[in-house]
């Protein structure tokens, strides 16, 4: 079995992996790291719950090969918190109660994450389009959004403060 | 693990020729990746194990840029389809179709991976950005042992996910001509829901080029209509160096169903496609007529 050497950075740390040509990044990431935070859903692109962020963007952990995120900078759920202090996306789908089952939550505050980094301004609708790849069976989609918009709100008067 | 992927070895050239020479190496047993939102998906209902031998990422051969020239704007094949929507001229008059089909195509989180040249080597007959491309009259720049060719974009589609490239040929670059001042594009997306990801049913996309209600180039694009997307010329010649009018607009549209083979699948029947191509050519051409003149 062929093996390939890669070195990637997982929430800030580096990490020299051994992966099969095969392995997803979700795959490593789940089963090698241990970070199961990400979830696989679909396996087709189409649910978003393995959303995780490389290089500052929102990509799906199920549709990048281990091998193609070589020297990337991984960021998960998991990543997120410092210490005991949680990111103002997780504390406002807490408070917004956007999160039921939370199977698809990770993935949902993956996609909003650079938009709100990028765009602590980002209105409703675009909010929306960032999130369309990320499907809720539980609480629908208006929480989120509004946890989203919360959570941009509270970034931007830290950044003004 | 996953159950549904086998594949044997993974190969990142760092140079055009080393990457020409891994697939003239293992021909048909090597699949080209930039991206991977095409190759890499689970299929659902299919059995079986999705196997390639030889994967070869082009992500490092520097194919992610977008140059505009005085003559013409090169985009390199593996641009993500993000990028587009970000360069301005795209949503100038002329290009509009481009951005219109960017924008159309998924989600932000398929395209942030998903490339341009992918969506073409595809081979989609609905892929959407081969219709402002084919309304443009794009060239597609390829790369092979023998050096490099242009491709005409209405020469590269062959059949049903079947592209004009050898097996040990990549695509470069997609080269659009510049348009002139007076011209107008537009493309429209018909899709069952309106979610991000979806399919389209039919997509089309036309440009005009005209000045005083005369019109003096029209190009009309299809998709989802054929095996492959294509060009309406029978609909074209009722409009190119008539009088821009609704009433020829309108005869334009109703002409396009003669140029198409629709068949019926998960997502309309063939009776619904011929019914909409004429309607969303119609409206298309009606925005781009406003946009040329704007």
Redesign the interface.
């Known amino acids: 079995m ?1 093996t ?1 050497n890669i070195r990637i950075q997982v929430n800030g740390s580096w990490q020299e992996l051994a992966v ?5 990044l979700i ?1 490593v990431l789940r ?1 090698q790291l241990d970070l199961t935070g990400t979830k696989e859903g ?5 649910c ?1 719950t393995c ?1 995780v962020n ?1 290089n500052g ?4 952990s ?4 281990a ?2 995120a ?1 020297n990337c900078a991984i960021v998960t759920i998991e990543g997120l918190h410092k210490g005991s202090e949680l990111h103002p996306l997780q504390r406002a789908f807490v408070s917004e109660a956007a999160v039921q089952c939370g199977y698809c939550t990770p993935g949902m505050i993956m ?1 909003a994450k650079p ?1 709100i980094d990028m765009d602590a301004e980002a209105s409703e609708g675009k909010i929306r ?2 999130l ?3 499907l809720c069976r539980c609480t629908g989609y208006d929480q989120p959004v509004r946890a989203v918009l919360k959570a941009a709100k509270e970034i931007k008067e830290d950044t003004n403060a | ?2 159950a ?7 190969h ?1 050239p760092q140079d055009l020729a080393k990457a020409v020479e891994i697939l003239s190496k293992f021909g048909r047993k090597a699949k080209v ?1 930039a ?3 095409d190759i ?5 209902g299919v059995g079986k194990t999705h196997y390639i031998a030889h ?1 070869v ?1 082009i ?1 490092d051969l520097g194919l992610n840029y977008i140059k505009s020239e005085n003559r013409r704007i090169r985009i390199g094949a593996a641009t993500p389809i993000n990028t587009l929507g970000a360069i301005a001229e795209f949503s100038s008059a002329p290009y509009q179709a481009l951005s219109e089909a960017a924008d159309a195509h ?5 395209k ?2 998903a490339t341009v040249g992918g969506n073409l080597c595809n081979a989609s007959a609905c892929a959407d950005l081969t219709l402002p491309l084919l309304a443009m009259d794009a060239t597609l720049l390829a790369a092979g042992p023998d050096g490099q060719r242009e491709i005409p974009i209405t020469d590269f589609f062959r059949g049903a996910n079947y592209m004009a490239l050898d097996d040990n040929e990549i695509l470069l670059e997609i080269c659009i001509p510049r348009q002139p001042e007076n011209t107008g594009s537009a493309f429209i997306k018909l899709r069952r829901q309106q ?3 979806d399919m389209a049913v039919v997509n089309v996309a036309t440009l005009l080029t005209g000045s005083r209600g005369h019109c003096e180039v029209a190009r009309i694009a299809l998709g989802a209509v054929a095996p492959i997307a294509l060009r309406a010329p029978g609909a074209e010649s009722v409009l190119a160096g008539k009088k821009l009018t609704g009433k020829a607009i309108s005869e334009a549209a109703a002409t396009v169903v003669e140029e198409i083979s629709p068949i019926g699948d998960i997502r309309a029947t063939a009776a619904y496609r011929r019914e909409m191509v004429g309607v969303l050519v119609r409206r298309a051409l009606e925005t781009s007529r406003q946009r040329c003149e704007g």
């Open positions: 062929n390939i099969k040509p095969d392995d997803r795959d089963d679909c396996g087709q692109g189409e978003g959303t490389l963007h929102a990509v799906l199920c549709l990048i090969l091998a193609q070589d996609a938009l389009q960032h369309s790849n990320n | 693990m996953n549904y992927l086998l594949i044997d070895e993974y990142r990746i991206g991977g939102t890499l998906p689970r299929r659902p994967l990422d992500s998924s989600s932000p989180t398929i942030n991976r979610t991000a990801i």
